[in-house]
């Protein structure tokens, strides 16, 4: 399989015997991304997607939190080309492409700041603030961007 | 347990009620760099809020701390009365890490 | 204890890179190890050799490069993340027809990948986000 690019015609590989093969010990450790910033204004939102999809090419597992102002990435209707910039959202839809299967999203950061969830894709996963909590606390390392 | 840096001033930036909204009980919050200016909180009216949710989490074994050279070099006076935080040296901090288990940067 | 210390915030203008300094010599002095240094982010100018600050304030880059030499420091400066914000070797400066290249030495460019396994291979990590 090749070890750089996604799968062309799958959009999910739930057993660790797909992987590809990778320089990454087994029984690793479980990485968090926790995405806090907005997209378009600073690049930190790119370079975290960056991350993630560097993650996804030599398939080591990752999960992604979004928290606060990270969640307006997810907002649907972005038309970036009048500033200049890469559509963030086009790049957010890769993630399933890379074996990225658990994005999380924190239904309160959106509720504070009216976006509908109805607007959300579909390889997104709501949590309440107590499973946030949770998802902290049950990864072994954490990137924060 | 995980060890939480704040770095920014709670007079500007959210940053530091967000982290408090995701802490778990026995946690560790260390404030650093302009983080550290939220350690007066105590005795701040625009900061009750963030005070109340301290005292709150400080019962659930929360550990405050804040970097003594940012305190420092602020010119910030702190009394025990005022401030509930644990001073730490660049050396106390990463003893703190390594008791972690992992650290979540909020910036 | 294996540390990976992730530093994204700029030299000079931002306190992080100063912390992220301050908590790599700790974590030596207490004898731990780092695993890697990793410059994401607006973080890859500290590996820039031209920052010249005035003689008597600290010159960021070069002061990395005394602790990465003395202590046989990884110093890994992600490589897209460079190249956008013009930190270059040589290698790279050739490729892309630069009129010169800046990245300090003990210094080297490559991939995100080394942060994925960091994250995966230290029994720390911590991330010093931008002040600014």
């Known amino acids: 399989m090749n070890d750089a690019l996604p799968p062309s015609n799958q959009t999910q590989h739930s057993s660790d015997q797909d992987k590809p093969n990778t320089p990454i010990t087994p029984n690793t450790r479980r990485i968090l991304l926790v995405c806090r910033t907005a997209p378009y204004g600073n690049a930190l939102a790119r370079e975290s997607l960056e991350t993630a999809l560097a993650a996804g090419a030599i398939g080591a597992k990752v999960a992604m939190l979004f928290l606060d102002e990270g969640v307006w990435q997810l907002a649907q209707h972005q038309k970036p080309q009048g500033i200049g910039r890469k559509n963030h959202s086009a790049m957010l839809g890769a993630l399933p492409l890379y074996d990225i299967d658990t994005v999380l999203v924190d239904r309160d950061s959106l509720s504070k700041r009216c976006i509908d969830l109805a607007e959300l894709g579909d390889f997104t996963q709501l949590i309440d603030s107590l499973q946030v909590k949770e998802v902290i606390a049950d990864h072994d390392v954490i990137l924060s961007f | ?107 | 204890m294996k540390f990976t210390i992730v530093i994204l915030g700029p030299p000079y203008t931002d306190q992080a890179a100063e912390t992220a300094f301050r908590f790599a010599q700790a974590v030596l002095e207490k004898k731990h190890h780092i695993y890697r240094l990793f410059f994401y982010h607006d973080g890859v100018h500290n590996a820039s050799s031209l920052l010249s600050l005035p003689q008597d304030e600290i010159q960021p880059s070069q002061r990395w490069r005394q602790l990465i030499d003395q202590y046989q420091l990884e110093a890994v400066v992600c490589i897209a993340s460079a190249l956008r914000r013009g930190v270059l070797n040589e290698t790279e400066a050739k490729r892309f027809a630069k009129p010169g290249n800046n990245l300090m030495p003990g210094f080297e460019l490559s991939g995100l990948g080394d942060l994925i396994d960091a994250a995966q291979h230290s029994d720390r990590l911590i991330t010093f986000g931008p002040s600014s």
């Open chain 2, 1 to 107: 347990m995980t060890l939480h840096t704040v770095n920014k001033s709670p007079y500007l930036s959210q940053c530091l009620a967000d982290c408090l909204d995701r802490v778990s009980a026995g946690d560790s919050i260390v404030l650093i760099e302009d983080g550290v200016y939220g350690i007066n909180c105590a005795t701040s009216e625009t900061l009750s809020a963030l005070n109340k949710a301290i005292a709150q989490l400080m019962t659930l074994g929360v550990q405050f701390c804040a970097l003594r050279p940012d305190i420092e070099a602020r010119g910030l006076q702190t009394t025990s009365a005022n401030c509930p935080f644990n001073l730490l040296s660049d050396g106390d901090f990463v003893d703190l890490v390594c008791e972690a288990d992992k650290v979540l940067s909020w910036y």
